[in-house]
């Protein structure tokens, strides 16, 4: 499949914003986040910049790829993880796996009670009722196989994002967003530093310029330029 090419400038709110994705090496639970950011951001950064960091590489440092191998599925998990819908642009809960991941992170009756208030929103022709129950937390766990840098691992979301959001800001001097994003235009800060305008950066990111697939781009940072009205979001 061709990799989609952003621009790295874009118009959001009438000014032109610009997006320098930043390549790392490949990150593990051995990296310091905080220390990866302040260091490979340094010879790029300004004063007044927003830095954007991946949610699933947060994870990653945090240990929250969980190898398949380790993972224990259990009744609840294979009776639960064929209701989830198949789309087409990715695996979330639909494998036994990752259900069992969303039921050890949220609790085996949240989960349930998620699952009952599913069946009532498919009848009533509602989507993502599942998920609204179950919470952020089941919501940004990826299966195994949907990340090529991670391929054996379900990665599971980020906690403390904000926290972790505050701690780069420190390092760094700059406002700062922890984000969940994909290729079909979902944007979500999951934790932000103080002074970052969540909503704005939501619009900045929706057509996801780190990429999807194996481009080791986990950190972009952000920078308002004078608008040009001839340009936009592709």
Request: positive net charge; contains cysteine; proline residues 6%.
């Amino acid at each position: 499949m061709v990799k989609k090419v952003r621009p790295e400038v874009v118009v959001v709110g009438g000014r032109q914003w610009r997006r320098q994705c930043i390549r790392t090496h490949r990150l593990t639970a051995s990296d310091d986040l905080v220390n990866v950011v302040e260091e490979y951001t340094r010879p790029h950064r300004r004063p007044g910049d927003w830095i954007v960091v991946s949610s699933k590489v947060v994870s990653v440092c945090q240990g929250r790829a969980i190898p398949e191998s380790q993972i224990r599925v259990g009744l609840l998990a294979r009776l639960l993880w064929r209701g989830v819908r198949k789309v087409s642009y990715g695996i979330g809960l639909r494998s036994p796996t990752s259900m069992q991941c969303a039921i050890n992170e949220c609790g085996a009756w949240r989960i349930l009670l998620a699952a009952a208030v599913g069946v009532v929103g498919k009848l009533l022709g509602r989507r993502g009722d599942f998920y609204r129950v179950a919470g952020m937390q089941a919501a940004t766990i990826d299966a195994a196989h949907t990340s090529p840098l991670q391929p054996d691992c379900v990665i599971l979301g980020p906690k403390a994002p904000a926290q972790v959001a505050e701690a780069i800001r420190a390092a760094t001097g700059c406002e700062t967003a922890i984000m969940d994003i994909n290729d079909i235009g979902g944007s979500w800060a999951l934790g932000v530093s103080a002074g970052m305008d969540r909503a704005l950066i939501e619009a900045i990111m929706r057509d996801n310029p780190y990429g999807q697939k194996d481009e080791q781009t986990p950190i972009a940072l952000v920078r308002p330029e004078e608008a040009n009205p001839h340009e936009s979001v592709g």
